[in-house]
């Protein structure tokens, strides 16, 4: 079986930056 | 404070909530998959990435395929209701769009060796994301809302009729993308190279996956959807 625990750790680091940064900028965005 | 005012602030505060729910939900995907899913046999941990990959992939697919039939609609209606939805859609998908370009890559690096292949599946789906990426810098180039809104329904069409395309390119042509794992017929008694279906212990994450980016697609494009309305209501009140 591969070693390959860091590639998943980016993967998941990537999309957990993209989409807790896009709730911000909306949640921001929404106040009035 | 006006009644269309009030409206708008429900539209925003429900679409935050769903958006809280959505982030929950993958928060419970990532506390499933590196805490109680034992790594796949042949890829080892790397799979582990399909359940921010494909959920990903999902939802960028929704929310394009929105914006063709949510265009299709404002040229038949008119409404321009209908042209803010699409551009909501349309942002939540290149959003989704990005984790799906970027995380596939990062797996074909350690599975494939290679972080990019022009393979049919992927060259597509680049094209797809492009096109969309082409449909905001069409409607950043034109000032008045009725043209802007016609000419974003047209691209957003063609995209959605990419949609279908895309999903179905692991069957047309040769690829070396993975084929779906969800909805795979069950292999024939004497076929050696045929993929046996997920077992319930991955395949569990993959599921939540689907239910937490829908719900989070349903969140973000709400909270869009109000903020474009917003902007709309007071350009006009501006204008009056």
């Not at chain 2, 999902?58 to 409404?79: P, Q």
């Not at chain 2, 190279?193 to 689907?210: D, G, H, I, Q």
């Amino acid at each position: 079986m591969p070693d390959n625990g860091n590639y998943l750790t980016a993967a998941y680091i990537v999309a957990a930056v993209i989409l807790v940064g896009y709730a911000v900028v909306l949640w921001r965005a929404g106040k009035q | 404070m006006s009644p269309a005012s009030d409206a708008i602030d429900r539209v925003i505060r429900r679409g935050r909530a769903i958006m809280v729910a959505g982030l929950l939900g993958v928060a419970a995907v990532y506390v499933l998959s590196l805490g109680f899913t034992p790594p796949e046999a042949s890829q080892g941990l790397a799979f582990k990435i399909l359940y921010v990959h494909a959920p990903s992939a999902w939802a960028m697919e929704t929310a394009f395929v929105m914006v063709g039939l949510t265009g299709a609609l404002y040229l038949w209606l008119g409404d321009r209701r209908l042209d803010v939805f699409a551009e909501a859609s349309a942002t939540v998908g290149m959003v989704f769009g990005a984790i799906l370009l970027l995380s596939g890559p990062i797996w074909g690096k350690t599975i494939w060796g290679a972080w990019w292949v022009w393979d049919p599946r992927l060259t597509f789906t680049l094209l797809l994301y492009l096109l969309f990426a082409g449909y905001f810098a069409l409607r950043s180039a034109l000032s008045d809302p009725v043209e802007r809104a016609r000419f974003g329904a047209v691209i957003g069409i063609m995209g959605t009729v990419l949609v279908p395309f895309i999903h179905l390119t692991v069957y047309l042509f040769r690829s070396q993308h993975p084929m779906p794992v969800l909805g795979r017929p069950p292999c024939p008694p004497d076929s050696p190279n045929c993929a046996p279906a997920l077992p319930w212990v991955l395949l569990r994450p993959l599921l939540l996956s689907f239910v937490a980016f829908t719900t989070l697609y349903i969140g973000f494009v709400t909270t869009r959807y109000g903020i474009g309305l917003r902007r709309v209501e007071e350009e006009s009140r501006d204008a009056g």
